[in-house]
Every structure is written in structure tokens, then in C-alpha cells.
């Protein structure tokens, strides 16, 4: 852990030993679209629930992989839990924090990756970096050596340090987004499609990279994906997003025989009740 | 009590981070910073111009003054746009690069973000504002002799603070509204400056215009300035215009502050952080 982070205090479960690291309780996200009248006058206003009551815990050092097709309402939990997002009903406790109130301890906590890597273009990856890492209070003198470390261990290639990110391919930059996250040491780290359009050997790097954090790091992970096999190989745990609810949440192995099928791919086909041609027509983008 | 000192500490290095931030990006920006510059100075010239034009027309007038005063006019409206650029750019630069959710899900808390942004204006401004007011002075071959630039210095300097406070609550408008917004931080501007007197004595404008002016920072910046730059006035005459700044200033930062925390709120309820994904 960093040695100017605040003192956090990370809350034990009584009774058992291990320790909750996340506890949703009944969350509840709406959002305001609005459509044409048919009529041309105006706009009609219509509330769309985008979590419709989750509830679910996570230990300390789980990963916990989130399925759902788009619109599902994976990135607005990943928001949600990352301080981004105020609900419009129920709790999110990280660490037994609660993620409104007590929102400073939950952001040192926490660090995400999304789809997109998301940075200053005409920047370097190391100044990039650098300036991220001090909003959560890190000196020169601790990032000096940290940041060229992290860069290598991700597999970035050193001589591109200065180069600017606009420069660099996607998968690159997705490993400076994942060096990002981890620089701050997060103990809830949460990746909403890290590997997406990714190629496939720079898929395995990253993958390789999500399962040596969680050893070296005792991070919680919570990875939202499209990759079944993705989810199966990284996470102890399944959860199935549909239309804003939590419809399952298991190992996959159980998923698979709950459902009574060979892949997870069939469990997940057969928990949203959809069959691969009904699949992404529901684009809420 | 170590616990304070550490959030602190951390703070700071946040505000540190945010003007780093800044430092680079001026770096890899740094012609498009040169031309906008040279396009301030030709706005400044056509202005300043003005009181030459006047005497060619055979209006008697001191030009030296006359153009002295237009050109502190000037400077300080091309500040004030440089301030209000930077700190609406704090909410619509970041939209624009995507890091916008990466920097407000950082534990900085956000008065030490709008500060370090305010921080970085006031420098990049005021060295701007420096040279932009020597190029001009010299193109006018204007001798100053008994110009206090220090004093003046530290009146719009006292000024900026207000600047910044109002440039929070002009930041606001990208935060709720993602495709435009920018213009707001133009208005206040123009309508700061317009009630200050930037290109004439105050007392030429409507009575209801003058009671906005002694609510207004710039008017005070324009006064102190133009009584240092003119008139020689010293650093300790300045106290006459740094008093109302420093009240217009304790007003308004935490009014900014609030104002802008209102907007975050409102974009988190309605989800108008996000860029994609
Ligand atoms: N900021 C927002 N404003 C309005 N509606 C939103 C916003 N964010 C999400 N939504 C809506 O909420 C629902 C859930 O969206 P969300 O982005 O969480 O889905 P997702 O599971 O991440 O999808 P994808 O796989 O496409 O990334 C969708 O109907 C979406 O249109
Ligand atoms: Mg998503």
C-alpha cells in the first residue's frame, strides 16, 4: 500500500473470517430518455430503470465477472460503484464505506478500467500517469521509479515512454490504463471490458496480467466482459445482468448445471432466456 | 490529527498534479498557444489604435494616455478570457480526451482540483498578460516612467481570485450540458468587462450599469491598474482597490465551489459524466 494513503479502515466480517469487500443492496439506477412525440410536438419523457434492484456481495480477493448483453447496466454498476453515478435507490458499501457518504474513502480504494483507455492523446503514457497518480496523492519522489516499473511489468515497450498516447495501438493503450489502475494500488479494482477489441495475443497479455494482479496484489476484482470463456478462466464467480437485474450469480460450474447445459455460453443463452439470434437487437447505445 | 496533515498532504500534491497536468499540455500545445497569441496581439493593436485614430481625426486628446489606457483595457480583457478558458476547460477538455470519469472518481477533492486549474491560469495569464502588454507598449513606442508594474501585478492578481470564483460557476455548464457550454465563460466575460469600464471611465455608463461595476473584480483590476501604470501609484495606495477584491473574493470562491458541486451532483444523477461505454 502506498504510505501517504489515508488511514482506511477495511471492516472484517463478524463471525467469519473473511472480510466483504463489496455489499450492493437493492440498487436501483433510472435513467431519463427521451423519444419524438409522434404527434412532432416536444419530447416525451419515459424513466428507463438501468439497475433494477441488484443486490450481491463480494469477499476480499474474489473476482467476480459480470455478464450481460449491451444495455444490461454493467457499466452504470461499475459507475455506480466507482463514485460516478448517484443511485436512485439502495446502498453500495466498498469495505464497509458507503460510496455516498463516505465517498473520499471509497475512491482511494477504488481504480477502474473501461473499454476505452481514455487519456490526454497528445500526452505520454509516463505524463499520463504521472499527474493520475497524484490525484490520489502520490509525490514524484514515489512515481519516479514506480511508473517506469509498472509500464514494463505490463508489457509496454520502453521505448515508446515518451511517445504521445495517440501514437500508440489500442492494446497498448490499454495496458497504460491497466498500469493506471494499478499504480494507485486499488483493493477494489473494477474492469468493465478490458479486453474488447483487443487482438487476441494482446487479449492474453492483459488476461495474464488481470490473474497476476490478483495474486500479487490481494485485489478484488469485478470484471464486466462479453468473453464467456474470458469470465470462466478469471473468475470464481458468474453473474448474469439482464435488463437491470441480477438473474444469477454463481460459480460457473454451477450455472452450467443449473441450467443443464455444456458451456457457459448455453447457460448464459438459457438464463436470458435469448437464443443467439435475438442477440443484439437490443442495442441501447 | 496525523490523519489531517496526510489529507492534506495529498491534497496538495493533487492541486500539484492538476497544474502538472497543465504544464504538459502547454508543452505539446505550444504553437497553437503561439498563434493565438499573435492573434490577441493584432486584436490588441485594432484597439489600441483607436486613440491614434482619434487625434488623426483632430480630436485633441493626450494619446500616450489614451492609448495607455485602452492597452491596460485590452490586457485585462485578454486575461480575463484566458482565465475563464482554463477553468471551463477543466470540465470540457477533459470530455473532449475521455478522462473526465477518471479524474472526478479520484479521492482529489474537487476545490483542490478547481484550485490547482485556477493556480495554472493565473501563472500561464499573467505571463501572457506581461508580455502581451510589453510587445504592444513597444509597438507604440510608449514610454512609462512612472509606471508601477508591481503594483498593478498585485492588483490583478488580487483580482484573479474572483476571476476564479466566477470562472467555477461558468465551468459548470459543460458538466450539464456535454455538447455545448463553452459559451457561457464568453458572456461572463463580456458582460464583466462591458460594466467595468475596460475602454472608458465607468462613470459614462448608465446608473443602473455603475452599481453592477462595484460589484464586478474587474473594475477594481482596471482602477488599481490603470493608477499603477499611469499615475505611479504604489504598492500600498493599491489597498484602496484590494479591499472591496478581497470581500468580492471570499463571496465568491465558495459561491463558485458551491455552484459547481451542485452541477457535479446533477451530473451524477443524470449520468452526463459518462462519454461512451
Ligand atoms: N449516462 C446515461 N444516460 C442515459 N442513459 C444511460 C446512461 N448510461 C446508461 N444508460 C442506459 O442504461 C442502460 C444500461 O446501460 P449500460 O451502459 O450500463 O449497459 P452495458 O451493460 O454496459 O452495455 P454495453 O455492453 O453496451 O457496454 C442502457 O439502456 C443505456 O442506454
Ligand atoms: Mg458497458
Redesign the interface.
Known amino acids: 500500500m502506498l504510505d ?1 494513503a ?2 482506511i479502515t477495511i471492516a472484517p466480517v463478524p463471525g467469519n473470517g473473511s472480510v466483504t469487500a463489496v455489499e450492493v443492496v437493492d440498487l436501483r439506477k433510472e ?2 430518455r427521451r423519444k419524438k412525440r409522434k404527434t412532432g410536438f416536444g419530447r416525451e419523457r419515459k424513466r428507463v430503470a438501468a439497475l433494477d434492484g441488484i443486490t450481491f456481495t463480494m469477499r476480499k480477493g474474489e473476482t467476480l465477472a459480470i455478464l450481460g448483453q449491451n444495455g444490461s447496466g454493467k ?2 454498476l461499475v ?1 455506480l460503484l ?5 443511485s436512485d435507490g439502495g446502498s453500495v458499501r466498498i469495505f464497509g464505506h458507503d460510496a455516498y457518504r463516505e465517498h ?1 474513502a471509497v ?2 480504494l ?3 478500467v ?3 483507455a ?6 505520454s503514457a509516463t ?1 499520463n500517469l ?10 514524484p519522489s514515489q512515481t519516479r521509479d514506480r511508473i517506469p516499473e509498472i509500464l514494463e511489468r505490463v508489457g509496454f515497450p520502453r521505448d515508446r515512454l515518451g511517445d ?1 498516447m495517440e501514437n500508440l495501438s489500442r492494446g497498448t493503450q490499454q495496458k497504460v490504463a491497466l498500469a ?1 489502475a494499478l499504480l494507485t494500488s486499488p483493493v477494489l479494482l473494477l474492469l ?2 478490458p479486453t474488447t477489441g483487443l487482438d487476441p495475443r494482446s487479449k492474453l497479455e492483459v488476461q495474464q496480467f488481470i490473474r497476476e494482479i490478483r495474486e500479487s496484489h490481494d485485489a478484488t476484482v469485478l470484471l464486466c466482459t462479453h468473453d464467456l470463456a474470458e469470465a470462466e478462466t478469471l473468475a470464481e464467480r458468474i453473474g448474469i445482468l439482464d435488463a437491470g437485474r441480477l438473474i444469477a450469480l454463481a460459480p460457473a460450474d454451477e450455472l452450467k448445471a443449473r441450467y443443464g447445459t455444456e458451456t457457459l455460453e448455453e447457460a448464459f443463452f438459457a438464463a436470458t432466456g435469448k437464443t443467439l439470434e435475438d442477440e443484439g437487437e437490443e442495442d441501447d ?1 | 490529527m496525523k490523519g489531517a496533515a496526510s489529507t492534506m498532504r495529498a491534497e496538495l500534491i493533487g492541486l500539484a498534479g492538476v497544474v502538472e497536468r497543465n504544464v504538459y499540455l502547454t508543452k505539446r500545445y505550444f504553437l497553437w498557444d503561439v498563434a493565438f497569441f499573435l492573434w490577441t496581439v493584432a486584436n490588441t493593436l485594432t484597439i489600441v489604435f483607436i486613440a491614434k485614430g482619434f487625434e488623426a481625426t483632430g480630436a485633441t486628446l493626450d494619446v500616450d494616455r489614451a492609448t495607455t489606457s485602452l492597452l491596460i483595457g485590452a490586457v485585462i480583457w485578454a486575461y480575463l478570457g484566458i482565465i475563464f478558458e482554463f477553468l471551463t476547460e477543466t470540465v470540457a477538455w477533459e470530455r473532449w480526451e475521455g478522462t473526465i470519469e477518471y479524474t472526478f472518481m479520484a479521492p482529489l477533492s474537487r476545490a483542490m482540483h478547481l484550485a490547482g486549474q485556477g493556480v495554472f491560469a493565473i501563472i500561464y495569464g499573467l505571463a501572457r498578460a506581461a508580455l502581451l502588454f510589453a510587445v504592444v507598449a513597444f509597438f507604440f513606442d510608449l514610454s512609462l516612467p512612472n509606471a508601477n508594474f508591481l503594483a498593478a501585478l498585485l492588483v490583478v492578481a488580487v483580482a484573479s481570485i474572483s476571476f476564479i470564483g466566477i470562472g467555477m460557476m461558468t465551468s459548470v455548464m459543460p458538466l450539464i450540458s456535454p455538447e455545448k457550454g463553452m459559451q457561457l465563460g464568453f458572456i461572463a466575460q463580456g458582460v464583466l468587462l462591458v460594466v467595468s469600464g475596460v475602454y472608458y471611465p465607468v462613470e459614462v455608463l448608465p446608473q443602473w450599469m455603475q452599481w453592477i461595476a462595484t460589484i464586478s473584480p474587474a473594475t477594481y483590476a482596471l482602477e488599481g491598474a490603470r493608477a499603477a501604470i499611469m499615475e505611479g501609484a504604489g504598492v500600498t495606495s493599491m489597498w484602496e482597490h484590494v479591499w472591496p477584491l478581497i470581500i468580492i473574493g471570499v463571496v465568491s470562491v465558495p459561491l463558485g465551489l458551491w455552484v459547481f458541486s451542485r452541477g457535479e451532483r446533477y451530473a451524477k444523477h443524470h449520468g452526463k459524466l459518462k462519454r461512451s461505454g
Open positions: 501517504t489515508e488511514e435513467f431519463v457499466s452504470t459507475r466507482s463514485t460516478l453515478l448517484l473520499r475512491r482511494r477504488v481504480n477502474r473501461s473499454v476505452e481514455s487519456f490526454f492523446k497528445k500526452m505524463e504521472s499527474y493520475a497518480a497524484r490525484f490520489y496523492g502520490m509525490a504521445s493506471r468493465d471490458e447505445e
